[in-house]
């Protein structure tokens, strides 16, 4: 484990733009021992073998780093998740390039480390058929899962020109192999032309909740999220739940380097609220963000910025719900 | 006529980066002929020597094709309008560089062909000049039209830098010519600091509606659309209304690649419901969507990608209207 | 000084990329005897020695400028704030690369030559350090003075990485030196993760005023900035107030160019709104609009772009106010 | 079959940036009735499902023919290639997304296509994967052909990373299927650090020439080429030569958009000079360029520029063959 | 006049990227009394509305200024052009949107004050077409003139696309006017795939000299420049020469940034050599460096870097031609 | 330490895009025990607050790291330097943001960890002012060293702006100071119009070796590295040699990404050959590669290319002269 830290220990933090390249300068390490203890770990998927449109997401891991800011009090919640929780980076899982079947058994399989730890693995991609080992893995350990999907595009295809395993389908497959709860998965932020009745027709009959763009447009984000965790957290409010965000599901003013964008959808104020206030009141029990596909250094890519800020918000809602679960009653 | 979907015939669509470059994989062709029976063609406009400030709308038309997405069912209106309307590129008007009279000329004929046709024109810019043939072509069949325009900008200039054919002109031109009705003239989203007294004055005198984008930022984007469509359609409705859309009235973190960008402008939500009000709730004769100024290659290009969108949300309510007007009574 | 509109006067107004680069085309002169009977002076501040993350606000002066547009009258407010201003461009002070200390002085005495004019400094930064010198030349004629500021951090450290001269220190410093009156001193748009407890416990004390971006997003801009009026005006509304907008309040989506981007952040819309309207309610002695990091030439830079609309609306609201001042009673 | 020009034919050319996208402004079918009596043909390779970096060259197809230029003499050969030959763009062969084994034969069908009506087929990549269904093509019609290989890499893996069918072994492959004669196969411009003794190994033992970067800096391109046109046309100087163009083989500065770029590379004025005289000197019986990873619109993108002109320096050199050929003997 | 350096007047320079923006830090001026005892004044002609292909050269002068360097010593040359030579910044030619005609007229003026005043213009495009006004004035003034002109293309079209007034045709026009000396006429860099038969027999017929891409590779860039010089000086070396640089006669490595780019030409260094040498062999009269199409901020614009090289090496070789002119003899 | 490459272990290589980002995947540490039987370890020193134009530099070292390759045999020399040296990465010296004289300090402080261990420091930049710790911390070890030097620039400057430590005079202090010995300092690609003849009259003084871009151009980059080594190594060849290697000496077509370039530079084939052959016959203490100024991710940004390429020569170098010592004789 290296504290990318230390070097700049008399200083309390360390440019953003030096040392180590880490999630948000987090000490990193790629040995499972080093997971002993942590709350979550980051881990990425550079793949993006299995898109439809414009590749690039392989980048994405890499640039959602680069983009990190020092940690500190989230100022609207005034927590600072990194005090709160132990999180680490715990690298990028061992893909392989024009291998996705390899390269989702590399994913599952590392994911799978940082869950046998007991920590709360936080993924980046990647192109959205990464969900399919991320979510499997978690399954595998908590039972099916709830999902919380933010995105344009249902992903629900059952092949994409023809193929299976694909960005296009993960969450079809997901839940037709049993690691998904239809009844308690809520897609938000639907738009656009994709996908046709056949998929919706599913859909309706697994039981799956579809909240569409206009939802957020005439309902408000704060009414829709509630829907959501309702709906994902089951009849007791405690059951487990994944966080699943791609981000074409925002304006490509706020995220223009996406495979597939989609104008017309949702602003990062409420994206960002929307990650915060999910992490504080469902049970997570993994992450990913993915899709995004960079071309600058560092906080110039607002694609990168926005996908690092997402997790930032997810974790300070994890730790917003712990703090609220561990404060002494009376 | 070639259809670039027959190579792709065994999986029902072709990837968007892959075969003939055509507005959504439509059908492509440049014989008058192929337009027989259609309901509305994509033309091309691709010429930018009337500009004002920074040229390169005459890469519009080929960026807003590259932008395209595959058809299917508009996730809100759930109409998907390829398969309600018989809808067809025509290609691009034969203009010539650096000749804006030969090439007003050539985009009048060309929309004149689909015009004849009984088509709907839908005319890719291109520089807002191009409004003077689109509209005289439209008028030249139809009739005074009504004009319902989006733009930062009213484009009702007598002259600009003492030129009379511009793209700050061609509502001046087209009102004094008699081609546009202005009691039935609404210019939607206007900001910023041009045109000045003389112009409003003359607009006042005329009759023409003009909407700002503080009405709508005041009043809502509904009730603003409610009054273009009112004003427009004329007392029973029904009479022929062109629509303009100026992509500049969009922020320009939504349109950035625009020549006479403006701070402070729409998002692409409200412009995107409001094209598809628009043409649902009138009898659309015609349709441009213009300045568009591309750099970048596909839908990583923002402005032309919804431009694009722009053109289809067009086209759904003009299915959604055919659809109603088509729907059997009682 | 030079007139750049003289070799177009046939025309009255010259194309934005022709010319002498001046602010708006305004006329330009270097030599303090021309302040004479101005009411504004642009200056220029290209330094950004003293970043904490990515510098490139140097070119921000130049870009800002080359984004400008012609004088007009302001569409919403009716007013062409350089027909009842006297506005000239001042040029830049005459900072020097790697030498902050010496830079800040020339911005100090330029922004003095300003003042002592009669005239009111608008500085184009640069990195916001510049408020330092700026507002010490208000103070220095004016007393303390209230101090608006838009931003999504305090810039209240006390060093940042152990420097005490910053561009995350200014506000501290100014308060601490009694050229802000911490009690008329008001942020606006606060978010993200810093500082932490030790500053804002040091501006309880003070008495500042932070207003967050979750402040706006629930009460409105115009409650928000009707407090802070109230606030920086002080009893009774006519106390000299700055203005300092760091553009990166703005969302990514609307100002990517900038040093340290907050996902989650303010509009273009609801800023410009903003700035006319501080402008227009307090006695306006100065303002700077800094962290523009431009990239391209001209309004293709949408960053650049809004900082110029940002002293546009600002010049606006003086004139606005100026009006409603000299307007006849009764 | 579609004629771009003839919308413009009263001009005898069109703007480039206008009408139709078809190479070079070429007639476009993708039926392969149309191929009759074609010289050669423009066959689009749109896939690059197995590159071991940067992904992208998907986009390849499109924007080498949005950087055409429109035809006329070769200023140095002094033929006009277009017309002494009959070349026509066939469009893109139906490639699938996330499915290279598919889309590798859909390549080969396409290319077999051209070949079966006695045109060269000329191939826009795509990775260089496509080699290998391109070559094969050829090889079932002429037998097995001779390799002229311009690149910075051998492309003789067994595998990357595991993977066996990937942009860095079509070589390899090729050569152990018997398409391609390992005597007749010439490796120019290679260098940096891939491969190593193992793939050299296995060349030296097929007799494989490797003609390197350095040779081409001390020896001059005009000796490399020779040797090159030698050892491939075979000892009788007739036979089939294939012509596979991996755009790095230039260096950065001239072709900065592709996967694995190595500096240190070849000038564009060497390298189309040689691919120009390899067409003029060999019996081509088709050609591919690849890696052409594009970012800009049009000419824009240098990259897709370059690739461009290789093609019409090798389809000038075919004409000058034809030329050559069919002239009067004495 | 204002001289940019007085702010700076203590340290002898002023950063790039502070200060007016003149050519090189220049003193500037748009009073023609200012041009009493100059050498040579930079003048702007910033208008691209006679192009064929991609606009944006009217952005070229504000661009080649922002890319300038302070003065100094050529160290090759030993010679500070400046120190020799009076040099200012003459401003832009009042230019006008979408009116080419005018524009030229406004060129044509301002350069005639220039040439009035006995100073040497050198122009900065602008498209090509302003080697017409460019020329005229200078011919009016020392008769016809020599020509070395810098291209890929000849510009000798007698029309493009229909129209005569086009980038692609100002030495036509100026060698039928009887402005240019064909015989004193000679074109270096000519490559590509234009112009035809029509154009080279017209050329031949006038005695105009034509040394192409290939000469200057095979004979090298002095042995050209030899040539050139002595076709253009005239049989006494002592006429009147004009030269105009196309920015594109440089491989797209060196300037990317033009509206026809063409692949396999000279080198920045052949390029930059060459300017020098011609400006000290030949009795210049005037320059203009054209088709500068800028995309960046500063000297991050490659193209408009080495456009503000070439004024700076002929400016160089002025000066050593100053200086050998004027030592004493023996 | 950790080793990238071991969650790859089955692979033997990792994509360069995945997992940890250290240079070349080497082994990384930030701890000086990890320096035990290293050869050479790589330090970034990411500053650039000593610039005199465009910032950025900080952003260099992740940037070079960012476009690294995997390791392999150097195909001309038939070398591969990770094979037959030690090589790590040894992370960023702590430098501090606007506090360069602590940044100096640290990068000193690390460069000496490195030195004291006895490997050779291999410091990317940052801009040129890093130098000065660099070549203090080798001579402390080594005593005065010779320095080969390639840049456009001398930086010998005295003061730049006023500023005695800059990015324009490392050179002038280290000669002064005793650290450089100027006989065997040698200056290679010298060109532009800076510096006068104050610093080079100091430089003759002093015995230092300018070697100009016109030597490199009139006597080739053979016999260039020819003088240069013999100077450097002093008499009798075995003298320690610093490596400083500014990439602006490259022309802008090869390094567009740094902060003062000049065209007529030298190619990037010339530069590596140079870096390698000069590492091969000297005895190299230390190296530094500065001013890039990285704006893209990975291979794309081909300045950080080049970069990573100048470092990889150089390494390939220090192997080829460690097998030659090493060889047995007889």
């Known amino acids: 484990m290296i504290d990318p830290l230390s070097r700049w220990a008399a200083h309390g933090e360390k440019p953003d733009y030096a040392g180590l390249l880490s999630f948000s300068g987090l000490p990193y390490s790629e040995d499972p021992a080093d997971l002993h203890g942590v709350d979550a770990a980051i881990v990425g998927a550079p793949m993006d073998d299995l898109v439809s449109d414009r590749p690039g997401a392989r980048f994405g891991p890499r640039a959602i780093r680069a983009a990190s800011c ?142 569409f763009m206009h939802d957020v447009r005439d309902r408000g984000i704060k009414a829709v999220v509630a829907d959501a965790v309702a709906a994902a957290a089951g009849p007791d409010g405690s059951r487990p739940v994944f966080l699943s965000v791609d981000v074409d599901v925002l304006d490509p003013a706020f995220a223009p380097g996406t495979g597939t964008p989609e104008p017309g959808g949702m602003t990062s104020a409420d994206l960002l609220w929307a990650c915060r206030t999910v992490a504080a009141e469902v ?41 609220a679960t561990s404060a002494p009653t009376g």
Chains 1, 2, 3, 4, 5, 6 share one sequence.
């Open 70 to 211: 020092p940690p500190g009090p989230h100022l609207e919640a005034g927590v600072d998740a990194f005090e709160i929780l132990e999180v680490i980076d715990f690298g990028d899982a061992p893909v392989l390039p024009a291998d996705p079947e390899r390269s989702h058994a590399a994913i599952e399989a590392t994911v799978g480390q940082v869950l046998a730890a007991g920590a709360i693995p936080i993924v980046l991609g990647g192109d959205h058929s990464i969900a399919e080992p991320d979510v499997r893995a978690c399954a595998a350990k908590h039972g099916p899962v709830g999902l919380i999907h933010f995105d344009t595009h249902t992903d629900t295809g059952r092949t994409v020109f023809g193929v299976e395993r694909s960005h296009g389908t993960p969450m079809y497959r997901l839940v037709e192999s049993g690691h998904v709860d239809p009844t308690r998965y809520v897609q938000i932020g639907l738009r656009g032309y994709w996908p046709g009745e056949q998929e919706f027709g599913w859909q309706r009959e697994r039981g799956i909740t579809s909240l």
């Open 283 to 323: 049970e997570l029990v993994g992450m990913d963000v993915v899709e995004v596909l960079p071309e600058r250094i560092g906080s110039r890519d607002v694609t990168a910025l926005v996908a690092e800020r997402i997790v930032r918000e997810t974790l300070t809602g994890v730790a917003m719900r712990r703090l």
